[in-house]
Every structure is written in C-alpha cells, then in structure tokens.
C-alpha cells in the first residue's frame, strides 16, 4: 500500500514537469495600415459598368429559359410575400401610433303608454381616443 502511494506521488510530481519551451505568439504579417497607391483607388459604383443577363447572353432560347426561370421561381416568390407581409405588419403598427375615432350611432324604440304604439327615439354618440 506503501509502495503504490509513493509511486502515485512520484508519478504526480513528474506529470507537473514539462521540456516544452514557452511559447511567444508570432507577429502577424498584417500591415497596420490600408494599402494605397494607383491600384487601390476608390471608385464610384456609378462608374462601374452595369450588365444585364440580356447584355451577356444573346441567345434567344437560353433568354426565354432564364424568363421563366425567374417567372416561375417559387423561393422568390415566397421572399416577396414575406416582404409584403412584414409590411402590413409595420403598416398596422405604425397606424396604432396614429389618433382613432369611433363613431356610434344608435335607433331604439320604446313605449311611452301602455298601449301598442311605440314611440322611436334616436341616440347618436361619437367618441375620439387619442
């Protein structure tokens, strides 16, 4: 028992040693500013030119293919109807902002006498919440 805590204890005392060199971490071989030069410049993106699908492919079949390729595409048509809905969204929303008014107009009829004739009466009433 003696003999196997002593081993234990040795092996613990050598596992803390180690023979690896620290590490430093290297530069990173980024410059520390932004490149300039005649290469680098900035341009507009008026400047650049703008093609269509039309300007690249000519032939009229591979045209009408990519025609109805984008007429029947349904990812696109499902990203437009949530567009459209997130718009409603913001639309009811933005109207709750706004000030309501709730007109109420109402006609009862009651009994002046005990007879059967009734006499009508009107009552209107408007309200506004702001």
């Given at each position: 028992?003696?003999?196997?805590?002593v081993l234990m204890a040795g092996v613990a005392a050598l596992s803390a040693c180690t023979m690896a060199?620290?590490?430093?971490?290297?530069?990173?071989?980024?410059p520390q500013t932004w490149p300039v030069g005649d290469a680098y410049l900035k341009q507009s993106e008026a400047a650049l030119p703008s093609y269509s699908y039309r300007d690249v492919f000519a032939d009229p079949r591979l045209r009408?293919?990519?025609d109805q390729a984008l007429a029947n595409n349904q990812d696109v048509k499902a990203a437009?109807?949530?567009i459209e809905t997130a718009?409603?969204?913001?639309?009811?929303q933005r109207a709750e902002l706004l000030p309501s008014s709730m007109p109420r107009a109402a006609i009862a009829a009651?009994?002046?006498r005990?007879?059967?004739t009734a006499m009508p009466?009107?009552?209107?009433a408007a309200s506004v919440t702001l």
């Open positions: 028992m003696r003999r196997a805590l060199p620290k590490y430093a971490t290297p530069a990173l071989p980024v009408a293919v990519i437009i109807a949530n718009r409603a969204q913001y639309r009811i009651r009994r002046a005990p007879s059967r009466s009107v009552a209107a």
